[in-house]
Nanobody
Framework: QVQLVESGGGLVQAGGSLRLSCAAS????????MGWFRQAPGKEREFVAA????????YYADSVKGRFTISRDNAKNTVYLQMNSLKPEDTAVYYCATPRAQFSAYRDHKRYDYWGQGTQVTVSS
């Protein structure tokens, strides 16, 4: 059973930084892509960033490009989302996710099969 556990959320002022972590278990972590998504109240879940199995390819939403960095440590079975220059519009519950299929990363949340419980990020103005 694949399990994903996010951590690192919190309250930060605009312009600040946070680093989210997602620890995975239940299968060979290094063979699967990982993604970060977010959902604000009253809005649909949206893609934030994704990384392929090796870490050699990364993908970002236009709204976070240049501010957020996704990375992974396959030895620790963990994926990270470094968030800099945070804005109030980044406020949301952030989820990590992984697909059932090996290797490739996707922007479409429907391609992801396993999800964490989410961690709240709140950016005050």
């Amino acid at each position: 059973q694949v399990q994903l556990v996010e951590s690192g959320g919190g309250l930060v002022q605009a312009g600040g930084s946070l680093r989210l972590s997602c620890a995975a278990s239940g299968r060979t972590f290094s063979m699967y892509a990982m993604g970060w998504f977010r959902q604000a109240p009253g809005k649909e879940r949206e893609f934030v960033a994704a990384i392929n199995w090796s870490g050699g390819s990364t993908y970002y939403a236009d709204s976070v490009k240049g501010r957020f960095t996704i990375s992974r440590d396959n030895a620790k079975n963990t994926v990270y989302l470094q968030m800099n220059s945070l804005k109030p519009e980044d406020t949301a519950v952030y989820y990590c996710a992984t697909p059932r299929a090996q290797f490739s990363a996707y922007r479409d949340h429907k391609r992801y099969d396993y999800w964490g419980q989410g961690t709240q990020v709140t950016v005050s103005s």
